[in-house]
């Protein structure tokens, strides 16, 4: 699988941000997609996954700003991100993770930069 994000950008403070991950190829049916995040000199984080199931998840300090859903007909997930704060300015990474075998396989977008700045 291969994942292609798009949506990055430079935005203000209290701004929004959607960012778009779209997977080419089929999926295996049971899966997780979801979001990191990597701000310069950290690690990368968890940000929100959302499973083929609906299940979602976020990390304790995004909820309420961030939102994470998908279109299974499209093998696209998103992230729609407001009330945006510097400290949010990252390199955020997409994935996909399948279930198919003893192994899971992650597949991972290439990045998309976020910058919240006045």
């Known amino acids: 699988v291969q994942l292609q994000a798009s949506g990055g950008g430079l935005v203000q403070p209290g701004g929004s941000l959607r960012l778009s991950c779209a997977a080419s190829?089929?999926?295996?049916?049971?899966?997780?997609m979801g979001w990191y995040r990597q701000a310069p000199g950290k690690l990368r984080e968890f940000v929100a996954a959302v499973s083929s199931g609906g299940t979602i998840t976020y990390a304790d300090s995004l909820k309420g700003r961030f939102t994470i859903s998908r279109d299974n007909a499209k093998n696209t997930e998103y992230l729609q991100m407001n009330s945006l704060k510097p400290d949010d300015t990252a390199v955020y990474y997409c994935h996909a993770t399948e279930f198919k075998g003893a192994t899971p396989l992650t597949s991972w977008g290439q990045g998309s930069q976020v910058t919240v700045s006045s």
């Open positions: 190829g089929s999926i295996f049916s049971n899966n997780v």
